[in-house]
Protein backbone atom coordinates (compact mmCIF):
# COMPACT_ATOMS: atom_id res chain seq x y z
CA UNK A 1 0.00 0.00 0.00
CA UNK A 2 1.34 3.56 -0.74
CA UNK A 3 -0.20 6.73 0.48
CA UNK A 4 -1.16 9.55 -2.38
CA UNK A 5 -3.98 12.06 -2.76
CA UNK A 6 -7.33 11.81 -4.24
CA UNK A 7 -9.92 15.19 -5.22
CA UNK A 8 -9.99 17.59 -2.95
CA UNK A 9 -6.34 16.64 -1.65
CA UNK A 10 -7.63 13.83 0.65
CA UNK A 11 -5.04 11.33 1.76
CA UNK A 12 -6.05 8.26 0.77
CA UNK A 13 -3.81 4.78 0.33
CA UNK A 14 -3.46 2.85 -3.14
CA UNK A 15 -2.04 -0.54 -3.79
CA UNK A 16 0.05 1.07 -6.67
CA UNK A 17 0.89 4.38 -8.11
CA UNK A 18 -0.15 5.05 -11.37
CA UNK A 19 3.61 7.24 -12.05
CA UNK A 20 4.74 3.40 -11.69
CA UNK A 21 2.93 1.89 -14.39
CA UNK A 22 3.71 5.03 -16.79
CA UNK A 23 7.40 5.05 -15.94
CA UNK A 24 7.19 1.33 -17.41
CA UNK A 25 4.94 1.65 -20.12
CA UNK A 26 7.39 4.76 -21.52
CA UNK A 27 10.68 3.23 -20.62
CA UNK A 28 11.29 6.21 -18.14
CA UNK A 29 14.30 5.26 -15.50
CA UNK A 30 12.18 7.23 -12.50
CA UNK A 31 8.68 7.82 -12.33
CA UNK A 32 7.44 10.78 -12.97
CA UNK A 33 5.41 13.15 -10.83
CA UNK A 34 1.49 12.89 -11.72
CA UNK A 35 -0.34 15.93 -10.91
CA UNK A 36 -4.17 14.87 -11.52
CA UNK A 37 -7.09 18.05 -12.61
CA UNK A 38 -10.61 17.57 -13.24
CA UNK A 39 -10.00 17.22 -17.25
CA UNK A 40 -6.35 17.14 -17.89
CA UNK A 41 -2.84 15.22 -16.22
CA UNK A 42 -0.01 16.17 -15.67
CA UNK A 43 3.27 14.08 -16.13
CA UNK A 44 6.43 15.90 -14.89
CA UNK A 45 9.54 13.82 -15.18
CA UNK A 46 13.01 14.11 -13.85
CA UNK A 47 14.14 15.85 -16.39
CA UNK A 48 10.69 18.98 -16.69
CA UNK A 49 11.68 19.38 -12.72
CA UNK A 50 15.29 19.87 -13.62
CA UNK A 51 14.01 22.19 -15.96
CA UNK A 52 11.72 24.18 -14.22
CA UNK A 53 13.88 24.65 -11.19
CA UNK A 54 16.67 26.06 -13.34
CA UNK A 55 14.24 28.32 -14.88
CA UNK A 56 13.36 29.73 -11.43
CA UNK A 57 16.64 30.12 -10.76
CA UNK A 58 17.77 31.94 -13.62
CA UNK A 59 14.54 33.99 -12.83
CA UNK A 60 15.54 34.81 -9.24
CA UNK A 61 19.60 35.85 -10.55
CA UNK A 62 17.96 38.16 -13.35
CA UNK A 63 16.24 39.90 -10.27
CA UNK A 64 19.01 40.98 -8.65
CA UNK A 65 19.97 43.41 -12.11
CA UNK A 66 16.43 45.31 -10.48
CA UNK A 67 19.25 46.26 -7.82
CA UNK A 68 20.00 49.77 -8.45
CA UNK A 69 16.25 50.49 -8.82
CA UNK A 70 15.60 49.46 -4.97
CA UNK A 71 18.53 51.87 -3.96
CA UNK A 72 17.29 54.49 -5.76
CA UNK A 73 14.13 54.30 -4.01
CA UNK A 74 15.65 54.02 -1.22
CA UNK A 75 17.68 57.05 -1.80
CA UNK A 76 14.57 58.52 -2.72
CA UNK A 77 12.92 58.03 0.46
CA UNK A 78 16.01 59.52 2.63
CA UNK A 79 15.14 62.72 0.47
CA UNK A 80 11.72 63.45 0.84
CA UNK A 81 11.51 62.51 4.82
CA UNK A 82 8.55 64.69 5.63
CA UNK A 83 8.08 66.35 2.70
CA UNK A 84 5.39 67.83 1.21
CA UNK A 85 4.17 66.10 -2.02
CA UNK A 86 5.05 67.93 -4.91
CA UNK A 87 5.29 67.51 -8.44
CA UNK A 88 9.13 67.50 -8.64
CA UNK A 89 8.92 64.27 -6.15
CA UNK A 90 5.74 63.29 -8.78
CA UNK A 91 8.02 63.33 -11.57
CA UNK A 92 11.21 61.66 -9.45
CA UNK A 93 8.95 59.00 -8.77
CA UNK A 94 7.79 58.10 -12.16
CA UNK A 95 11.01 58.15 -13.92
CA UNK A 96 12.38 55.67 -11.32
CA UNK A 97 9.14 53.50 -11.91
CA UNK A 98 9.80 54.24 -15.55
CA UNK A 99 13.88 53.24 -15.29
CA UNK A 100 13.06 49.94 -13.27
CA UNK A 101 10.56 48.44 -15.29
CA UNK A 102 13.54 49.21 -18.49
CA UNK A 103 15.56 47.50 -16.22
CA UNK A 104 13.36 44.58 -15.79
CA UNK A 105 11.91 44.15 -19.38
CA UNK A 106 15.34 44.01 -20.37
CA UNK A 107 16.07 41.40 -17.72
CA UNK A 108 13.19 39.13 -18.35
CA UNK A 109 13.37 39.46 -22.11
CA UNK A 110 9.91 41.44 -22.28
CA UNK A 111 8.28 39.58 -19.76
CA UNK A 112 6.20 41.91 -17.35
CA UNK A 113 6.93 40.23 -14.22
CA UNK A 114 5.66 42.96 -11.56
CA UNK A 115 5.51 46.54 -14.01
CA UNK A 116 3.11 48.31 -12.04
CA UNK A 117 4.29 47.03 -8.82
CA UNK A 118 7.63 49.03 -8.92
CA UNK A 119 5.95 52.24 -9.66
CA UNK A 120 3.40 51.69 -6.30
CA UNK A 121 6.55 50.71 -4.85
CA UNK A 122 7.95 54.01 -5.32
CA UNK A 123 4.38 55.99 -4.35
CA UNK A 124 4.22 53.71 -1.12
CA UNK A 125 8.12 53.80 -0.12
CA UNK A 126 7.52 57.77 -0.95
CA UNK A 127 4.64 58.35 1.45
CA UNK A 128 5.84 56.36 4.45
CA UNK A 129 8.61 58.93 4.00
CA UNK A 130 6.82 61.75 4.04
CA UNK A 131 4.58 60.57 6.84
CA UNK A 132 7.90 60.76 8.76
CA UNK A 133 7.88 56.59 9.05
CA UNK A 134 4.68 57.23 11.51
CA UNK A 135 1.51 56.59 9.71
CA UNK A 136 -1.61 54.27 9.48
CA UNK A 137 -2.06 52.45 6.29
CA UNK A 138 -4.92 54.55 5.57
CA UNK A 139 -2.55 57.89 5.63
CA UNK A 140 0.18 56.03 4.01
CA UNK A 141 -2.74 55.15 0.69
CA UNK A 142 -4.21 58.47 0.61
CA UNK A 143 -0.73 60.11 0.63
CA UNK A 144 0.56 57.70 -1.95
CA UNK A 145 -2.80 58.68 -3.84
CA UNK A 146 -2.46 62.08 -3.59
CA UNK A 147 1.41 62.11 -5.21
CA UNK A 148 0.09 59.57 -7.93
CA UNK A 149 -2.74 62.24 -9.02
CA UNK A 150 -0.34 64.45 -9.61
CA UNK A 151 0.85 65.74 -12.85
CA UNK A 152 4.38 63.87 -15.04
CA UNK A 153 5.09 65.62 -17.57
CA UNK A 154 7.78 63.31 -18.33
CA UNK A 155 4.96 60.25 -18.35
CA UNK A 156 4.15 58.51 -21.80
CA UNK A 157 0.70 59.84 -23.07
CA UNK A 158 -0.31 56.47 -24.05
CA UNK A 159 -2.81 53.86 -22.12
CA UNK A 160 -1.22 52.31 -19.06
CA UNK A 161 -3.30 50.86 -16.21
CA UNK A 162 -1.44 53.07 -13.67
CA UNK A 163 -3.18 56.11 -15.81
CA UNK A 164 -6.55 54.35 -15.53
CA UNK A 165 -6.03 53.56 -11.86
CA UNK A 166 -5.38 57.29 -11.02
CA UNK A 167 -8.43 58.38 -12.77
CA UNK A 168 -10.33 55.69 -11.00
CA UNK A 169 -9.86 57.43 -8.08
CA UNK A 170 -12.66 59.07 -6.23
CA UNK A 171 -11.41 62.80 -5.24
Known sequence: MVETFQAGVKPTFV??????????????PLAPVMIYGDD???????ESIAYLSQ???DCLIKEVNLTPTFYALYALAQQ????????????????LGREGERQ????TDGV???RGAIWALGLLVSAAA?????????????RAAELA??????APKTFSKGLYAVKQVIY
Open 149 to 154: RLPDHH
Open 130 to 142: MQGGEASSDQLCT
Open 80 to 95: CWQRPVDIALRETVGR
Open 112 to 114: NTH
Open 104 to 107: MMAT
Open 40 to 46: VTHVLTE
Open 15 to 28: EKLDAIEVAKNSGM
Open 55 to 57: HAT
